[in-house]
């Protein structure tokens, strides 16, 4: 498949792709993802990295990193980044069924993703998250905050199936083992944490 078939394709099924989508989704991922940056250390997994594009970021950013491993479940989207990105540590897989050995990761991204699994898949991907994270590692998670962008009714987005509030989020967090965390808002209405 050429690349201009591959990008045509990508933009028919509307995945994210530099200069073809709003200019305020992408500074808002290149935030979280310039955040994250500062933090994660060793051996790194991003869960749901589409593109890739996230960590070619991190891989320019960060300091102190063995390698950068990228995870999704679309195919097209992997071929894509490994292209513009020159990315090579990526695997084609559900987030669901992570599948890494224990304890085999240093840091953990896992952006935007959360929300486009039902609460079954939630909790699972979060046990998995926790299972596959060194014991002093580090995960970094982020959602859409439901008290902004859709209280008391489904979701405006339709690709997300269960929004989180943030007591959602915590208790998930913690009924998969998680004892310590931090939470930090993005946006002037804490729109993401």
Known sequence: MSLISLIQ?????????????????????LSRYLFVAQFVRGLVLDVGCGSSYGISIINRVAKG????????????LLRY????????????????FLPFRQQTFDSII????????????????????????KKDGLLFISTPNK??????RKPLNPEHIKELYITDLIKILENSGFQRY?????GDKKNFF
């Open 147 to 152: 008290l902004w962008f859709s209280p008391f």
């Open 81 to 96: 980044g490994k292209l513009l990105y020159n990315v090579d540590s990526l695997i084609l897989a559900d987030a669901r």
């Open 65 to 76: 990193l063995n390698d950068v491993v990228g995870l999704d479940i679309d195919i097209d």
């Open 110 to 133: 896992c952006l935007e993703l959360i929300e486009h699994l039902p609460k079954i898949g939630q909790i699972k991907l979060c046990r998995d998250l926790y299972n596959a994270l």
């Open 182 to 186: 931090q939470l930090y808002a993005m």
């Open 9 to 29: 394709k990508l933009m028919q099924r509307k995945a994210v792709v530099i200069g073809v989508v709003d200019n305020d989704i992408i500074s808002r991922s």
